[in-house]
Protein backbone atom coordinates (compact mmCIF):
# COMPACT_ATOMS: atom_id res chain seq x y z
CA UNK A 1 0.00 0.00 0.00
CA UNK A 2 1.09 3.59 -0.56
CA UNK A 3 0.27 7.15 0.64
CA UNK A 4 -0.56 9.88 -2.10
CA UNK A 5 2.77 11.07 -1.93
CA UNK A 6 4.16 8.44 -2.61
CA UNK A 7 5.37 4.33 -3.79
CA UNK A 8 4.69 1.47 -1.83
CA UNK A 9 7.44 0.68 0.58
CA UNK A 10 6.99 -2.57 1.96
CA UNK A 11 9.68 -4.20 -0.39
CA UNK A 12 12.21 -1.66 1.07
CA UNK A 13 11.44 -2.96 4.63
CA UNK A 14 13.76 -5.92 4.59
CA UNK A 15 16.57 -4.14 3.28
CA UNK A 16 15.73 -1.56 5.94
CA UNK A 17 15.94 -4.03 8.98
CA UNK A 18 18.85 -5.68 8.06
CA UNK A 19 21.07 -2.58 7.71
CA UNK A 20 20.03 -1.28 10.59
CA UNK A 21 20.74 -4.43 12.52
CA UNK A 22 24.48 -4.25 11.55
CA UNK A 23 24.74 -0.81 13.05
CA UNK A 24 22.63 -1.86 16.63
CA UNK A 25 19.87 0.34 15.15
CA UNK A 26 15.92 -0.66 15.72
CA UNK A 27 12.97 -0.29 13.46
CA UNK A 28 9.18 1.26 14.51
CA UNK A 29 6.68 1.42 12.13
CA UNK A 30 5.12 5.05 10.96
CA UNK A 31 1.68 4.40 9.84
CA UNK A 32 0.57 7.20 7.14
CA UNK A 33 -3.16 7.47 6.20
CA UNK A 34 -3.53 6.10 3.14
CA UNK A 35 -7.26 5.91 1.25
CA UNK A 36 -10.01 3.87 3.44
CA UNK A 37 -7.45 3.37 6.80
CA UNK A 38 -9.74 2.88 9.88
CA UNK A 39 -9.72 0.98 13.10
CA UNK A 40 -10.46 -2.29 11.31
CA UNK A 41 -7.22 -2.37 8.24
CA UNK A 42 -4.77 -0.63 10.97
CA UNK A 43 -5.52 -3.59 13.02
CA UNK A 44 -4.92 -6.09 9.38
CA UNK A 45 -1.52 -4.12 8.80
CA UNK A 46 -0.48 -4.55 12.48
CA UNK A 47 -0.87 -8.12 12.13
CA UNK A 48 0.82 -7.98 8.57
CA UNK A 49 3.79 -5.96 10.62
CA UNK A 50 3.97 -8.16 13.50
CA UNK A 51 3.69 -11.30 11.20
CA UNK A 52 6.46 -10.68 8.78
CA UNK A 53 8.99 -8.65 10.81
CA UNK A 54 8.51 -9.01 14.25
CA UNK A 55 10.99 -12.07 15.06
CA UNK A 56 13.62 -9.71 13.26
CA UNK A 57 16.64 -8.59 15.78
CA UNK A 58 16.03 -4.74 14.42
CA UNK A 59 12.23 -4.68 14.95
CA UNK A 60 11.86 -2.13 17.76
CA UNK A 61 9.99 -2.86 21.24
CA UNK A 62 9.24 -0.88 23.67
CA UNK A 63 9.64 -2.09 27.58
CA UNK A 64 6.49 -0.52 29.51
CA UNK A 65 6.15 0.02 33.14
CA UNK A 66 4.49 -3.58 33.39
CA UNK A 67 7.99 -5.36 31.94
CA UNK A 68 6.56 -6.15 28.58
CA UNK A 69 8.25 -5.68 25.65
CA UNK A 70 5.91 -4.49 23.05
CA UNK A 71 5.99 -3.40 19.41
CA UNK A 72 5.82 0.05 19.05
CA UNK A 73 3.44 2.25 16.30
CA UNK A 74 3.61 5.58 15.28
CA UNK A 75 0.06 6.54 13.75
CA UNK A 76 0.56 9.80 12.12
CA UNK A 77 -2.90 11.91 11.42
CA UNK A 78 -4.66 9.33 13.48
CA UNK A 79 -7.22 12.40 14.25
CA UNK A 80 -8.68 11.40 10.85
CA UNK A 81 -10.28 8.54 12.24
CA UNK A 82 -12.72 8.88 15.13
CA UNK A 83 -11.98 8.16 18.76
CA UNK A 84 -14.87 5.95 18.63
CA UNK A 85 -13.98 3.75 15.60
CA UNK A 86 -9.92 3.58 17.58
CA UNK A 87 -11.25 2.79 20.57
CA UNK A 88 -12.63 -0.64 18.75
CA UNK A 89 -9.00 -1.99 18.32
CA UNK A 90 -7.48 -0.19 21.04
CA UNK A 91 -9.64 -0.56 23.74
CA UNK A 92 -9.64 -3.82 26.21
CA UNK A 93 -13.24 -4.34 25.98
CA UNK A 94 -13.18 -2.99 21.97
CA UNK A 95 -15.37 -5.35 19.36
CA UNK A 96 -11.72 -6.11 18.06
CA UNK A 97 -9.64 -5.54 20.48
CA UNK A 98 -5.93 -5.99 20.27
CA UNK A 99 -5.57 -5.60 23.82
CA UNK A 100 -3.65 -8.59 25.77
CA UNK A 101 -3.70 -10.60 22.01
CA UNK A 102 -0.31 -11.34 20.25
CA UNK A 103 -0.53 -8.18 18.34
CA UNK A 104 -0.69 -5.79 21.31
CA UNK A 105 1.74 -2.97 21.04
CA UNK A 106 2.37 0.48 22.07
CA UNK A 107 0.39 3.29 19.83
CA UNK A 108 1.57 6.49 19.86
CA UNK A 109 -1.26 9.25 18.13
CA UNK A 110 -0.30 12.73 16.63
CA UNK A 111 -1.35 15.51 18.84
CA UNK A 112 -1.77 18.40 17.14
CA UNK A 113 -4.63 20.62 18.19
CA UNK A 114 -5.72 20.67 22.07
CA UNK A 115 -8.78 18.94 22.09
CA UNK A 116 -6.93 16.19 20.17
CA UNK A 117 -5.54 14.70 23.74
CA UNK A 118 -9.02 13.81 26.00
CA UNK A 119 -9.49 12.49 21.84
CA UNK A 120 -6.26 10.34 21.85
CA UNK A 121 -7.12 9.67 25.73
CA UNK A 122 -10.88 7.99 25.00
CA UNK A 123 -9.37 6.39 21.69
CA UNK A 124 -7.45 3.72 23.92
CA UNK A 125 -3.81 5.25 22.09
CA UNK A 126 -0.78 4.59 24.77
CA UNK A 127 0.41 7.91 23.87
CA UNK A 128 0.65 11.51 21.80
CA UNK A 129 3.83 12.82 19.74
CA UNK A 130 3.85 15.78 18.06
CA UNK A 131 6.11 15.45 15.20
CA UNK A 132 5.93 19.03 13.20
CA UNK A 133 9.05 20.99 13.29
CA UNK A 134 8.05 24.18 13.22
CA UNK A 135 7.45 25.39 16.40
CA UNK A 136 4.30 27.31 16.74
CA UNK A 137 2.92 26.04 13.70
CA UNK A 138 0.29 23.83 15.45
CA UNK A 139 -0.47 23.49 19.66
CA UNK A 140 1.36 20.22 20.03
CA UNK A 141 4.34 21.67 17.87
CA UNK A 142 4.56 24.32 20.31
CA UNK A 143 7.39 24.04 22.79
CA UNK A 144 5.16 26.28 25.12
CA UNK A 145 2.78 23.80 25.60
CA UNK A 146 4.91 21.09 25.90
CA UNK A 147 4.28 21.22 29.96
CA UNK A 148 0.96 21.29 30.31
CA UNK A 149 0.60 18.00 27.50
CA UNK A 150 3.48 16.21 29.49
CA UNK A 151 1.13 16.64 32.60
CA UNK A 152 -2.07 16.15 31.44
CA UNK A 153 0.21 12.61 29.94
CA UNK A 154 0.97 11.80 33.34
CA UNK A 155 -2.14 12.15 34.87
CA UNK A 156 -3.51 9.39 32.45
CA UNK A 157 -1.05 7.40 32.35
CA UNK A 158 0.56 8.12 28.61
CA UNK A 159 3.46 8.75 27.23
CA UNK A 160 3.99 12.01 25.72
CA UNK A 161 6.68 12.24 22.69
CA UNK A 162 7.75 15.31 21.60
CA UNK A 163 8.97 16.16 18.52
CA UNK A 164 12.31 18.03 17.71
CA UNK A 165 13.32 19.40 14.55
CA UNK A 166 16.61 21.27 13.04
CA UNK A 167 14.25 23.91 11.24
CA UNK A 168 11.65 24.24 8.80
CA UNK A 169 11.21 25.26 5.16
CA UNK A 170 9.08 23.64 2.68
CA UNK A 171 8.41 26.71 0.30
CA UNK A 172 9.98 24.29 -2.92
CA UNK A 173 6.57 22.32 -2.58
CA UNK A 174 4.62 24.36 -0.42
CA UNK A 175 4.70 28.12 -2.31
CA UNK A 176 2.18 29.51 0.41
CA UNK A 177 3.46 28.33 3.33
CA UNK A 178 6.26 30.66 3.99
CA UNK A 179 4.80 32.13 7.32
CA UNK A 180 5.87 28.74 8.96
CA UNK A 181 9.45 28.53 7.62
CA UNK A 182 11.78 28.61 10.91
CA UNK A 183 15.96 29.34 10.23
CA UNK A 184 18.16 26.84 11.64
CA UNK A 185 20.37 29.33 12.83
CA UNK A 186 23.52 27.02 12.48
CA UNK A 187 22.09 24.60 14.88
CA UNK A 188 20.66 26.28 17.77
CA UNK A 189 17.24 25.67 16.44
CA UNK A 190 17.45 22.41 16.75
CA UNK A 191 19.41 22.81 20.19
CA UNK A 192 16.35 25.02 21.49
CA UNK A 193 13.97 22.37 20.32
CA UNK A 194 15.97 19.19 22.27
CA UNK A 195 16.20 21.66 25.40
CA UNK A 196 12.53 21.96 25.32
CA UNK A 197 11.51 18.51 25.25
CA UNK A 198 14.51 17.43 27.80
CA UNK A 199 12.69 20.04 30.21
CA UNK A 200 9.61 17.78 30.61
CA UNK A 201 11.38 14.69 31.24
CA UNK A 202 9.60 12.96 28.54
CA UNK A 203 10.50 8.79 27.56
CA UNK A 204 11.12 9.02 24.41
CA UNK A 205 12.05 12.13 22.34
CA UNK A 206 11.25 11.57 18.21
CA UNK A 207 13.59 13.99 15.75
CA UNK A 208 11.60 15.35 12.09
CA UNK A 209 13.24 13.93 10.45
CA UNK A 210 16.41 12.32 9.16
CA UNK A 211 15.84 13.21 5.24
CA UNK A 212 12.68 15.05 4.62
CA UNK A 213 14.52 16.89 2.79
CA UNK A 214 11.36 18.99 0.85
CA UNK A 215 10.34 19.88 4.84
CA UNK A 216 14.28 21.41 5.10
CA UNK A 217 13.91 18.87 8.11
CA UNK A 218 16.42 16.90 7.30
CA UNK A 219 19.15 16.00 9.80
CA UNK A 220 21.89 13.78 8.00
CA UNK A 221 24.78 14.93 6.20
CA UNK A 222 24.52 17.71 3.46
CA UNK A 223 27.06 18.86 1.04
CA UNK A 224 26.35 22.01 -1.08
CA UNK A 225 24.28 21.24 -4.48
CA UNK A 226 21.88 23.00 -6.84
CA UNK A 227 19.99 21.34 -9.50
CA UNK A 228 18.50 23.88 -12.28
CA UNK A 229 15.18 23.50 -10.33
CA UNK A 230 15.80 23.37 -6.48
CA UNK A 231 18.74 24.17 -4.38
CA UNK A 232 19.39 22.35 -1.68
CA UNK A 233 20.11 23.30 1.97
CA UNK A 234 23.59 22.90 3.31
CA UNK A 235 25.28 23.54 6.82
CA UNK A 236 28.14 25.54 5.11
CA UNK A 237 30.03 27.39 7.31
CA UNK A 238 29.92 24.00 9.69
CA UNK A 239 30.66 20.29 8.58
CA UNK A 240 28.58 18.16 6.51
CA UNK A 241 27.22 15.77 9.67
CA UNK A 242 26.68 19.25 11.96
CA UNK A 243 23.33 17.69 12.98
CA UNK A 244 24.41 13.80 13.69
CA UNK A 245 27.29 15.29 15.70
CA UNK A 246 24.70 17.73 17.46
CA UNK A 247 22.16 14.83 17.78
CA UNK A 248 24.68 12.38 19.05
CA UNK A 249 25.64 15.30 21.88
CA UNK A 250 22.30 15.28 22.96
CA UNK A 251 21.32 12.14 23.32
CA UNK A 252 24.44 11.37 25.60
CA UNK A 253 23.31 14.35 27.71
CA UNK A 254 19.31 12.65 27.43
CA UNK A 255 20.49 9.76 28.69
CA UNK A 256 22.40 11.33 31.89
CA UNK A 257 19.76 13.06 32.52
CA UNK A 258 17.18 9.83 32.39
CA UNK A 259 19.73 8.72 35.08
CA UNK A 260 19.24 11.44 37.29
CA UNK A 261 15.65 11.67 37.06
CA UNK A 262 15.64 8.25 38.25
CA UNK A 263 17.34 8.73 41.54
Given amino acids: MADDNGEPSDDLVPAILDTAH ?19 TVHENIKYIIDMYGSHGAF ?17 DSYLTSPEAWAHLLTPNGPHSI ?14 EEGHTHD ?20 GSSHQNWKAVKNFCDANNLMFIPSVGP ?38 VSITSFNEWHEGTQIEK ?42
Fill in 120 to 139: ILAAGFDGMYTYFASNGFSF
Fill in 99 to 112: RNTPYDGVFIALLV
Fill in 222 to 263: AVPKKTPTRLYLDYLPHQPSLYLELTRRWAEHFIKEKEQWLM
Fill in 22 to 40: QYSIQVAFHIQPYKGRDDI
Fill in 60 to 76: YRYKNSMGKSLPLFYIY
Fill in 167 to 204: GYIDTSIRPWNNHNTRNRVNGKYYETALQAALTVRPEI
